[in-house]
């Protein structure tokens, strides 16, 4: 007999609960058990008692928080059923950043899915997006709103080229975010034929370290440290570095810096505008609104819960589809990474 949904899983002030397993999802406070679906740190904080993580999460935790950062782990491979107090758990490839996983909770036939974040465009830093037949589908809504459609990342990566002919002279700063968005970042610019040395902040050189362990090629990479060098070293070189960092005296030593960004909500002119962007790279690490609204018709479960993000809106669409949704207005969750 199926069970009910909400008793398999339910929010809770801390995160999705499962009350069976005893065991949380991406919880937003230091809990006994946690289940965690990627290393961005508003999903995986540290100070869990026993955290389940597929292998390249448990690595990315270690490298932000410290090799205290759990009281005990353990790796899932993906697809493996792994069994918690009674309920069944596996792990499924998200698309959104090396490492990130869905995770099915299944128990009497029923089963939930917890999507974390994830995309559907292709990114040759991690695993693509694999769909999970489940009766809830778990969601967020970052970009759930129908003016949301991402470009293709190869023709925002062919601006930036065409930008480091236009201005040989300038140093162009990309800001980032340090897990994903800037390996993504680096490896488009690779596969436009870009091979010159790229410059990173110090702030992302253990992530992508990382990346390159995991054998996801970036090319050369050199440390973006200006102390004690000459500035025409990165003369129309390629900086890239989280976008905190060129807001600080940090990068106003570079040779006249030409600020970029790569981000969803670089869609956004106004966004753009305010940060004082003058190159904008829409590149994503979330799905746009015909990826959401294409995964549930795809999928089609029987209800679909939204986390956070602009919920009212695909809520409403899926009414609209005879699906049943509902807003789970978690809080915790930022999209800092985009
Ligand atoms: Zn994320």
């Not at 995160?15 to 946690?34: M, N, Q, S, T, W």
């Amino acid at each position: 007999m199926a069970m009910r949904f909400d008793a398999l899983l339910y929010p809770a002030p801390e995160g999705l609960y499962c009350p069976v397993g005893r065991f949380y999802v991406d919880p937003v406070r230091p809990v006994e058990r946690a289940l965690i679906t990627h290393g961005h740190s508003d999903h995986a904080r540290s100070g869990h008692g026993h955290v389940l993580a597929t292998r390249q999460t448990l690595d990315i935790m270690r490298i932000r928080y410290g090799e205290d950062f759990c009281g005990s782990e353990q790796a899932a491979a993906f697809g493996e059923e792994i069994v918690v107090n009674g309920v069944t758990v596996s792990f499924h490839p998200a698309g959104h950043v090396l490492g990130s996983a869905q995770i099915a909770i299944a128990k009497d036939a029923t089963r939930i899915v917890v999507s974390g974040d994830y995309k559907r465009r292709p990114d040759p830093t991690c695993a693509p997006y694999e769909p999970v037949t489940c009766d809830v589908f778990i969601t967020e809504a970052t970009f759930g709103l129908p003016v949301f459609h991402h470009p293709d990342p190869a023709g925002e990566m062919a601006k930036l080229y065409a930008s480091l002919r236009q201005f040989p002279e300038r140093t162009h700063m990309v800001g980032a975010y340090a897990l994903g968005k800037a390996q993504r970042v680096i490896r488009l610019l690779r596969d436009t034929g870009y091979n010159e040395p790229i410059y990173i902040h110090g702030a992302m050189e253990r992530l992508c370290d990382y990346y390159v362990s995991q054998g996801i090629d970036l090319g050369e990479l050199r440390p973006a440290t200006v102390e004690g060098r000459d500035k025409s070293l990165f003369k129309g070189a390629v900086v890239v570095g989280p976008s905190s960092a060129f807001a600080d005296r940090w990068a106003r030593r570079f040779n006249d810096p030409l600020p970029a960004f790569a981000s969803g909500w670089m869609m956004v002119r106004q966004r753009a505008k305010q940060g004082g962007v003058e190159l904008p790279l829409v590149i994503s690490d979330h799905c746009d609104w015909p990826e959401l609204t294409d995964t549930i018709s795809e999928l089609h479960p029987a209800e679909v819960w939204v986390t956070h993000g602009r919920e009212e809106a695909l809520v409403r669409w899926c009414e609209l589809q005879g699906v049943k949704a509902r807003p789970l207005h978690l809080v915790g969750y930022e999209d800092e990474a985009e």
